[in-house]
């Protein structure tokens, strides 16, 4: 029986060096690239015919794209509309990791704090570069709350620094939690069924349960880390 | 709207279904037979055209004859208590489906509950994670240590709580409390 965290294990499919560097191409990045080539494939072959009423696939992928764009307009406003390309590929990239990671003896990328901190991180400079392109040096008053007293600065400024750069570290841990904590529980409860004989219909049964609530969070975490994307560009557009 | 059901002809031959129509809080009686064969849909069709707000009700036929001799008023006490009694019940059925078309964050699912919560905790982690690595990274430029990571720990676990703060009170208008209540008091402005 392997342990509950063999299942995180980074194996190297392909030893690859570059200039020292170790850039081996590993399961993980079997994962994403499987990812990226079936949101690639789910996105334009079911809109290939873009038929006036949608059929099947179609629909599925309409509803998608509406999902996001509504959750954009809600969020930023039609000043986010630019974004919306960006915004779109990381809901369909961190939905469906998080789903590919269901499929039994898969690999789940999205709970390595590596590949969501490169996520978080790639918003989070995008962020901040739209935001001072926009606002220019006005951009630091986001770290002053507005109306508080100033004799308050010395503490209040460097809380706000800490708090703005907390945003990708809250974004990949949340993601990195949610997915850990999941697989680990599937994986030891699904270790009981085995070990306790007749008894085990009791495991087995709580993780049906658990299995069908991991589908729900796998989209419910996607969901989240792209509004919070939203959220943090409608603060670097509209600065509050 | 209402015009429109004052135009309809109530026929002698009724049957036992009369309806009861909310239009502009004010109360409308039309007969079942009749709006069929004016709409020649069914009740079903009620819905539609008039939107969710309006409610139709099916009734016996004793309510039927005492309406029909007034109309729209009643002048029996009883009939108006229990008229009234109506009202209460059918903008119970109206504030109830209202309710169920507005998005509901926080009181919607579990799921949505435990969103929240782990927004709450992983922001809170975050946050002192980022004040001790600020902490770390001075100490080691200042050669300072320990101190600025004591005070950056600190100012993290400060920062943590700000941002939970935030999140339970959705100044930021994610997947937090906040919204939801201010979405309510929003509808509750408009009635």
Sequence with gaps: MAGPLEQFEIKPLADLSVGGIDVSFTNSALWMVIAAVLVTCFMTMSMRRGALVPGRWQGAAEVMYEFVANMLKDNVGSAGRKYFPFIFTLFMFVMFGNLLGMIPHSFTFTSHIAVNFALALVIFIGVTVIGFMRHGTHYFRMFFPEGAPIATAIILIPIEIISYFSRPFSLAIRLFANMTVGHIMLKVIGGFVGLIGILGVLPFALLTGITVLEFGIAALQAYVFTILTCIYLHDAIHMH | MTEQYNRLQLSPNVKCVFLHIMVDKSLFFICLGDLLSA????????????????????????VCKAAKAGFTTMSDDKDRASLEELETKL?????????????????????????????????????????????????????????????????????????????????????????????????????
């Design chain 2, 39 to 62: 709409l020649s849909g069914g009740v079903l069709q009620l819905d539609s055209p008039w939107g969710a707000k309006y409610v139709a009700r099916a009734f016996p036929c004793d």
């Design chain 2, 91 to 191: 903008s119970a059925v109206a504030h109830k489906r209202e309710e169920k078309h507005s998005p509901n964050r926080a009181t919607g699912k579990p799921s949505q509950g435990m969103a929240i919560g782990m927004r709450i905790s992983a922001e809170m982690i975050a946050a002192v994670l980022v004040g001790l690595l600020i902490g770390w990274a001075l100490d080691r430029v200042l050669d300072t240590t320990p101190w600025l990571i004591v005070l950056f720990v600190f100012l993290g676990a400060g920062a943590g709580g700000l941002n939970a703060y935030r999140v339970a009170k959705g100044y930021d208008s994610a997947v937090g409390l906040g919204r939801a209540m201010r979405e309510r008091s929003k509808q509750g402005d408009e009635d």
